[in-house]
Nanobody, 113 residues
Framework: QVRLVESGGGLVQAGGSLRLSCDAS???????MGWYRQFSGNERELVAL?????NYADSVKGRFTISRDNAKNTVYLQMNSLKPEDTAVYYC??????????WGKGTLVTVSS
């Protein structure tokens, strides 16, 4: 069974940085791995996704960087120049090579002004 475990969330001041990690804890080879976030009361939105290509939400381009360690089946999200509007629950996402989607339980990122 695939389990995605996020870590690295927390409280940071505006302008600061955080690094999120997601460990897949599975030998499954994923076609894509990435990060979504959910603001209070809203739907989840894509933050960054890496597979054959890498895509970022416009709101995080130039500030966030996604990277992946295939040997460890881990995906990271380096978040720099954080803004209060980045405050959200961040979810790890992975898609298997047959199209099955998996989600982590989420990690809260809070950016204070």
């Amino acid at each position: 069974q695939v389990r995605l475990v996020e870590s690295g969330g927390g409280l940071v001041q505006a302008g600061g940085s955080l690094r999120l990690s997601c460990d897949a804890s599975s030998p499954t080879s994923f076609a894509a791995m990435g990060w979504y976030r959910q603001f209070s009361g809203n739907e989840r939105e894509l933050v960054a996704l890496t597979g054959g290509t890498t895509n970022y939400a416009d709101s995080v381009k130039g500030r966030f960087t996604i990277s992946r360690d295939n040997a460890k089946n881990t995906v990271y999200l380096q978040m720099n120049s954080l803004k209060p509007e980045d405050t959200a629950v961040y979810y790890c996402n992975a898609v298997s090579r047959v199209g099955v989607e998996f989600w982590g339980k989420g990690t809260l990122v809070t950016v204070s002004s």
